[in-house]
């Protein structure tokens, strides 16, 4: 599967992450343990929502929709 998620800081709750990933549990780990650069300034980090797609393109697409100026609107009015 693949899996769209999204996080948010808990020490700075208005910072947001939106990754792809196949393997939720071993990436937010990764997060959380600062091996990431750009979440690594912003960790811990806590998982508000994820959804899973069978097809990987379909996921990219809605990771990209996400992180765009009207995908972050519809995030922030359902998701978050």
Known sequence: MNIVYILTSKKH??????GLTQDLKHRIKE?????SLYT???????????????????????????????GFAFLKRRFL
């Open 40 to 70: 690594k300034r912003y960790m811990p980090w806590e998982l508000q929502t994820y959804i899973t797609f069978r097809n990987k393109a379909r996921a990219e697409e809605f990771e990209k929709y996400l992180k765009s100026g009207s």
């Open 31 to 35: 997060h959380n343990n600062g091996d």
């Open 13 to 18: 709750p208005i910072r947001y992450y939106i």
